[in-house]
């Protein structure tokens, strides 16, 4: 597929997913979603073409029960999603975690082909009910603020990569990720939480960050891990070995498995019975544990942050923000005495893993254009043509604002700090009055606790994110920040009164 087609496919998606964003009709959002979702699905055909479809585009007979199986599937889940609402949660929190490696363009990708599946369903789904629906009515006044920030970052993405030195990679990230998770977000948004909803899928999210701890300790145990011959080969090298668990790479694993530790927090500190704290103590020990193994310093950064700000909500400010330096002290102080000092790139380079060649290349590219950017989904390319490297041997920036203040410039960074602004509106707007940390009087108990509840666990949950992007990007490319956000609007979006 030609660059120029590309461009063309990217920007449609982009454009339609970030209208359904901004419109507020059902009818109108749920018809750009699946258009949406199928102009991406064209994109990822022409970017698979010479990949994993150059073997079963030669066989028509292949291809032919390839679609019949997946229209069907597609069809089963649909189905399913409208005759018990409390499957689409249920199944797309459970779908949040897993990629499998699929072979794109030479290089090896990791798709999160079962949240596609499920994000496609409930896509067609929302569709088929709004078509059907006598009163189509708005798609959701409580998130409007963040569905219009989302929508627009989304389209300006899309119109940036107009000047893009790297236009198949701008088309990897609105294919793969944008497209999918705007229709994630925009589909849990929709979801009515009540209590059982929510207890069952932390339950899920429990179980699984339990197996994944387990699979990692297992091969720490015995020194091997599934794939990714990049870290297996750092593992022969290193004096430590890092665990990878059920995914590819264990800075990925380690964002996800810290979430769900400071999910788990989140609950132990409204326990009030001792001998359930206790297990609920243990069971998160195991996950710290797991965690440990991950060898991940941006997860362990961010895990102290999100802790930091989910004591101040619930305990009290002044002490967070005393032990804030400290913490950051520890920290610095753990990272460079664990790095190798015999590494020729020096302490800062080796403490960091060499990041901060990328950083500081990042800030090179920015300055050079400062409005604009090199346009998106450059950065890997600039920055290997700007120094002198083989597009292999270097990658994003590792810092979220740094990879959009080069690919996106000013323009793009004002989105990314609308975006994250909103966020925290959303998030920690009315919690004065009622969080125990900052002075106010939870309720007392029924639906107006468990919202207070969840909106402090996913403050802190969206913080942990955020210092986790910091260290190793991955914003919007990272569904779980799609689905926080998403079940910020529609959490933020509720009343908490005590009534």
């Given at each position: ?20 964003l901004l419109a507020a009709d059902r009818r109108l959002r749920w018809g750009s979603m699946l258009l949406a979702l199928l102009f991406a699905f064209v994109l990822i055909c022409g970017l698979a073409w010479d990949g994993p479809l150059a073997d079963l585009r030669e066989s028509t007979a292949r291809l032919a029960i390839l679609a019949v199986v997946g229209l069907a599937l597609l069809g089963a889940l649909a189905w399913l999603f409208r005759r ?416």
């Amino acid at each position: 597929m030609s660059d120029s087609l590309e461009l063309a496919l990217l920007i449609v998606s982009g454009l339609l997913v970030g209208g359904g964003l901004l419109a507020a009709d059902r009818r109108l959002r749920w018809g750009s979603m699946l258009l949406a979702l199928l102009f991406a699905f064209v994109l990822i055909c022409g970017l698979a073409w010479d990949g994993p479809l150059a073997d079963l585009r030669e066989s028509t007979a292949r291809l032919a029960i390839l679609a019949v199986v997946g229209l069907a599937l597609l069809g089963a889940l649909a189905w399913l999603f409208r005759r018990h609402v409390i499957a689409l949660p249920l199944l797309l929190v459970a779908a949040l975690p897993f990629r499998i490696p699929v072979e794109l363009g030479g290089d090896t990708s990791n798709l999160l082909i079962p949240l596609y599946l499920v994000i496609a369903s409930a896509v067609i789904a929302a569709f088929w009910d709004s078509v059907n629906s006598r009163k189509p009515g708005p798609a959701g006044l409580s998130s409007r603020p963040l569905d219009l920030v989302l929508g627009a970052a989304v389209i300006l993405y899309a119109l940036q990569a107009i000047w893009s030195v790297d236009i198949p990679s701008a088309a990897q990230v609105v294919a793969f990720f944008l497209v999918p998770f705007a229709a994630l977000y925009a589909s849990l948004v929709g979801i009515e939480w009540r209590r059982e909803v929510v207890m069952k899928c932390l339950l899920i999210v429990a179980v699984q960050a339990v197996l994944f701890a387990a699979i990692a300790i297992v091969q720490t145990a015995i020194g091997e891990i599934f794939w990714n011959p990049a870290l297996i080969a750092s593992n022969d090298f290193h004096l430590y070995f890092r665990a990878n668990s059920l995914f590819w790479d264990p800075n990925i694993y380690g964002r996800y498995l810290a979430l769900a530790l400071l999910l788990g927090v989140s609950c132990l500190v409204w326990i009030g019975d001792r001998r359930r704290s206790i297990l609920f103590s243990l069971g998160l020990a195991f996950l710290w544990v797991g965690l440990l193994f991950a060898w991940s310093q941006s997860s362990f950064i961010s895990l102290v942050v999100g802790l930091l700000v989910l004591v101040a909500l619930r305990y009290d400010l002044r002490w967070a923000v005393v032990a804030a330096p400290l913490a950051v002290l520890a920290i610095l102080a753990a990272v460079f005495l664990g790095a190798d000092r015999d590494d020729s790139r020096g302490a800062a380079a080796a403490a960091t893993s060499g990041r901060t060649s990328l950083v500081s290349g990042g800030l090179a590219l920015a300055v050079d254009r400062p409005v604009a950017g090199w346009g998106s989904g450059s950065f890997s390319r600039a920055f290997a043509e700007r120094e002198g490297l083989d597009l292999d041997q270097t990658s994003v920036s590792h810092n979220e604002a740094i990879t959009i203040a080069a690919e996106q410039g000013a323009l793009g960074l004002a989105a990314y700090a609308l975006v994250l602004l909103t966020a925290l509106w959303t998030l920690f707007g009315g919690l004065r009055s009622l969080a125990p940390g900052l002075g106010g009087t939870p309720p007392t108990g029924g639906k107006p606790l468990l919202t207070l509840q969840a909106r402090m666990g996913l403050s802190a949950g969206f913080c942990l994110l955020f210092a986790h992007t910091m260290g190793y990007a991955g914003f919007l490319t990272d569904p779980l920040t799609w689905a926080l956000l998403a079940l910020a609007a529609a959490f933020g979006g509720r009343s908490l009164d005590r009534g």
